[in-house]
């Protein structure tokens, strides 16, 4: 079987964890897995730390137009839009994802009433993942939570789009800590792999084919009329 070329491909991760860089993430040790293998098969990929940015809390695209000083999502989110596919990332806290994790998801979502093209929500055409780490339940919990916010506004969720790694419950050892046993859980690897895989072919597919078709889900032209064959059975 012929490897796949995804040259020409971007994908950005980003990173919830609540260590500024440089302080060694576990998470970020997992990922690394996911994104060097893109980056073999010809992907261009970007890692970010949300808290390495001066993110502003909100739900709109600028919230310097709400009362914030500063915010640095306007332009970070210039690279999700260059970016085919969007890896959320991120570690357990309390049995739910971070802090940090979930502002992102919250400024995504700003930018979500945005259209592309074709008329359809911005970020449709593109595909999402998750990746989490953590040494408590809840892995699966996160994974939800973020696959269901991605597709709710607009990304294709592949078949297998998560993956991650959990260790001992309690205070036991973390992803990248010596005889974690992370690095080499066949389990986590292969999930790591399967939705690497996953990721990159649904989008060349999206892609190959120009797209998500436009019939049926274009916003303003719902709002003009065009409701695409749906009969309201209270006006029949």
Not at 206 to 218: E, H, I, T, V, W
Request: glycine fraction near 12%; charged fraction near 25%; charge should be negative.
């Amino acid at each position: 079987m012929q490897e796949p070329d995804f040259s020409g491909l971007r994908a950005i991760y980003f990173n919830g964890t609540l260590k500024r860089s440089p302080e060694v993430s576990n998470t970020e040790g997992l990922l690394h897995a996911s994104m060097e293998l893109m980056e073999k098969h010809g992907v261009k990929t970007e890692l970010i730390r949300t808290i390495d940015h001066d993110i502003a809390t909100g739900v709109y695209p600028d919230m310097t137009e709400h009362g914030w000083e500063t915010d640095e999502w306007p332009e970070l989110y210039k690279k999700v839009q260059a970016a085919d596919i969007l890896v959320v990332c991120g570690p357990i806290w309390l049995g739910d994802n971070s802090s940090q994790t979930k502002k992102l998801i919250e400024r995504l979502y700003a930018n979500s009433g945005e259209l592309n093209e074709k008329g359809q929500w911005a970020y449709y055409g593109k595909v999402g993942g998750a990746i989490i780490t953590g040494n408590e339940d809840g892995l699966k919990h996160c994974s939800m939570n973020i696959l269901y916010s991605l597709q709710h506004i607009g990304y294709m969720i592949p078949p297998q789009a998560d993956a991650g790694w959990i260790g001992e419950v309690g205070p036991g050892p973390s992803y990248l800590d010596k005889d974690s046993g992370g690095p080499e859980n066949d389990f986590t690897n292969r999930n790591i792999t399967f939705m690497t895989y996953n990721l990159m072919h649904t989008v060349k597919l999206l892609k190959d084919a120009g797209g998500m078709p436009a019939y049926g889900n274009q916003s303003e032209k719902w709002k003009k009329g065009q409701h695409f064959g749906y009969e309201n059975p209270e006006y029949r």
